[in-house]
């Protein structure tokens, strides 16, 4: 399966700001709409962003307004911009295909990039 690295997490406060990076490995990337993801540890994987092939994004209710997502398919990478966080923002964020394919994700899941948002 193809590889993706997450970076760009770390700890911030309460209104701050942090970007988010997602790297893929293969130009298979460019043929996917990809999405962001996030995890607690008591909360199972949720999609927060997504953005087509061709760059149309949709967002979560829960962080529309807040986040911008972005990608450059010459790099085969994605951005997450998050500005405005909160505490329950705090979480374990993960990039992958939008959507399963055949029952399985089409790229392999990356040690995702943590958040931390203090109050």
């Known amino acids: 399966q193809v590889q993706l690295v997450e970076s760009g997490g770390g700890l911030v406060q309460t209104g701050g700001s942090l970007r988010l990076s997602c790297a893929a490995s293969h130009d298979l990337f460019k043929v996917y709409d990809m999405a962001w993801f996030r995890e607690t540890p008591t909360n199972h994987r949720e999609w927060v962003a997504g953005?087509?092939?061709?760059?149309?994004?949709n967002y979560a209710d829960s962080v529309q307004g807040r986040f911008t997502i972005s990608r450059d398919n010459a790099k085969n990478t994605m951005s997450l911009q998050m500005n405005r966080l909160k505490p329950e923002d705090t979480a374990l964020y993960y990039c992958?295909?939008?959507?399963?394919?055949?029952?399985?994700?089409?790229?392999?899941w990356g040690r995702g990039t943590q958040v931390t948002v203090s109050s």
């Open positions: 992958n295909a939008a959507e399963p394919v055949g029952g399985q994700f089409p790229f392999a």
């Open positions: 953005i087509t092939m061709r760059g149309a994004e």
